[in-house]
């Protein structure tokens, strides 16, 4: 999958999960402030994220993740290391 393909998937089921507008979602936004996360919804999404994606994320990695573009290729590298 390419990775803009990648990207668009990404924000649409992160957008419809979190009920948040999709033009809301760009690179340099706070995932945390723009999806209106707090601890038990970061589970919700890291669950969401190993669900679609197919990925295995430990509890401490997604802490280093702050932004959609750190996401991106956080999820991104693991995909291609299948």
């Known amino acids: 999958m390419e990775k ?3 990207i668009k998937q ?3 089921v992160l957008a419809k999960e979190f ?3 999709i033009s809301a979602i760009t690179p ?3 995932i945390k402030e723009t999806l209106e ?3 038990l919804s970061l589970v919700d999404m890291v669950a969401l994220i190993e669900h ?3 990925v295995k994320i430990k ?3 997604i802490t280093t993740v702050k932004t959609f573009e750190n996401l991106y290729d956080f999820i991104y590298e693991r ?4």
């Open 37 to 39: 996360l707090d601890s």
């Open 10 to 12: 990404v924000n649409e």
């Open 19 to 21: 009920e948040t507008e």
């Open 59 to 61: 509890g401490q990695e």
């Open 52 to 54: 679609t994606f197919g």
């Open 28 to 30: 340099e936004a706070d």
């Open 4 to 6: 803009q393909e990648f």
């Open 79 to 82: 995909l291609n290391q299948k």
